[in-house]
């Protein structure tokens, strides 16, 4: 996130020991809790999102290498 984004603010409820781990963390690194939250949700969007591209790309992988089989045996003589 850049500086030049809007922030807001929501509230949500997170497991007690959980939270004393992010704090602690937050803590240990110096920074705020705030930071870390958005770190870990960008990250898990960021992983969703892979994992959602991710098949196309192998349905299309297989595609093309049965498509162009004959292409990839010559080529590889």
Avoid: I
């Avoid at 705030?34 to 196309?56: H, M, N």
């Amino acid at each position: 996130m850049t500086e030049h984004q809007s922030r807001e603010k929501f509230a949500t409820q997170m497991d007690s020991a959980l939270l004393a781990d992010l704090r602690a963390l937050a803590k240990a690194e110096g920074r705020q809790l705030q930071s870390l939250v958005e770190e870990a949700v960008g990250k898990l969007l960021e992983t969703r999102q892979e994992a959602k591209t991710e098949p196309d790309f192998e349905m299309l992988m297989k595609r093309n290498h049965d498509r162009y089989a004959s292409v990839f045996k010559k080529l590889a003589k």
